[in-house]
């Protein structure tokens, strides 16, 4: 009978999907000593590239169930994960901390309950003569705004992320294909990866990270997953105006479910995921922008110097992400939404443990 080690060296596993997801998996696995081949034929192109790197864990209220729990044991993961990708990058980083905040008092109300009921440290209410307070009205030319404040949570830059990623992986000699997979069958307990020019890939155990296009690779009466695209899109705005200093303002910040990141004195960007969409629509910066009664006028003069945007998929019809062990040797995990990168640690250490348990 083989070791179990013995099954590590000799398991070829095929990831498909090349981002966030499917890098975290393939170097948790390789880690444990699997041979593994991310295929994806758009790697610069996929959803993890318009992400902000926004990692709302502690702040997330509601404090029990699956999501929960994944979000929780990512945020015992990543400070791991950081001291392995300062390897290869010592500039990368979770700048903390990350502000939530809101104009409707009701959503203030709610916040402010969430902070009494759980005696956490690491959040607190944001006083009205808090500096952070003061100078995001000062700049937004509003007196109402207000919000909390999570010492924890932060944000990772996605780029640089990315990038990192890639050079563990290439430090892993972790194999890639440009090739887009079309159809994957099971025969003689090997999984066969074809792709849309014809190649072949034979693996033992297939992992499916990719996304809206995981479903039309599976059965999908028989496991009966849907998943529905989700817009994510994001702009930089260059503020040529001398009245506001976007310096002054936090790291990172969310008003009225707009994400917020000053960059410099005179450049932010403004992202948010919306539902249900595959194409921005042409007004995006109004809808961007529109998260306040009344814009500043340093805004409103603002101009998008860049723009970009990704498709994410959203479970419909369960809670999200999806990750299950559909059959002998596949497995899908998909349908972060929002949360790819916040999850991906949780996420790679559940697919490695149920391929531990797949081959014992």
Same mark, same amino acid.
């Given at each position: ?40 034929? @758009? ?16 702040? !997330? ?26 390897? %290869? ?12 905040? @809101? ?28 500096? %952070? ?30 990038? @990192? ?10 194999? %890639? ?75 990172? %910040? ?21 539902? !249900? ?11 961007? @922008? ?67 348990? !797949?081959?014992?």
């Amino acid at each position: 009978m083989k070791s179990l080690k013995e099954n590590f060296q000799k398991a070829h596993i095929v990831i498909i999907g090349s981002g966030i997801i499917g890098k975290f998996n393939a170097l948790e696995l390789s880690e444990l000593g699997f041979q593994i081949t991310i295929i994806d034929p @758009t790697e610069p192109k996929n959803s993890s590239y318009a992400a902000l790197g926004l990692l709302m864990g502690n702040m !997330y209220q509601k404090r029990k169930g699956r999501s929960w729990d994944l979000r929780k044991q990512s945020i015992e993961l990543w400070p791991q994960w950081i001291k392995s990708l300062q390897k %290869f990058n010592s500039e990368l980083n979770i700048e903390n901390p990350l502000i939530q905040l @809101t104009t409707n008092e009701e959503k203030f109300k709610k916040l402010e309950k969430f902070i009494y009921e759980n005696n956490d440290q690491n959040l607190r209410i944001l006083e009205r003569d808090s500096i %952070f307070i003061k100078n995001i009205n000062k700049a937004f030319q509003t007196k109402n705004i207000k919000g909390i404040i999570s010492l924890k949570d932060g944000r990772i830059n996605p780029s640089s992320l990315l990038q @990192t990623l890639n050079k563990y992986l290439r430090h892993k000699k972790i194999n %890639f294909s440009e090739g887009e997979v079309i159809k994957i069958r099971k025969t003689n307990n090997h999984w066969i990866s074809t792709t849309r020019n014809n190649e072949k890939i034979k693996s033992d155990i297939v992992i499916l990270c990719n996304s809206l296009k995981a479903v039309d690779l599976i059965d999908s009466i028989s496991h009966n997953i849907t998943l529905k695209p989700v817009l994510g899109q994001a702009m930089e705005i260059d503020v040529n105006d001398a009245e506001v200093d976007l310096l002054s303002l936090p790291k990172q %910040f969310n008003i009225n479910s707009k994400n917020i990141i000053p960059k410099s004195k005179n450049k932010l960007i403004i992202g948010s995921t919306d539902e !249900y969409s595959t194409k921005p629509e042409e007004n995006t910066f109004e809808k961007l @922008t529109n998260f306040l009664d009344k814009k500043p006028n340093w805004l409103m003069k603002g101009k998008i110097s860049k723009k970009w945007y990704g498709i994410r998929s959203r479970p419909d019809g369960e809670p999200s992400p999806i990750m299950k062990n559909l059959e002998d040797g596949l497995i899908i995990c998909t349908g972060f939404y929002k949360n790819g990168i916040l999850l991906a640690p949780a996420c790679s250490k559940w697919v490695a443990n149920e391929i531990k348990k !797949y081959l014992l």
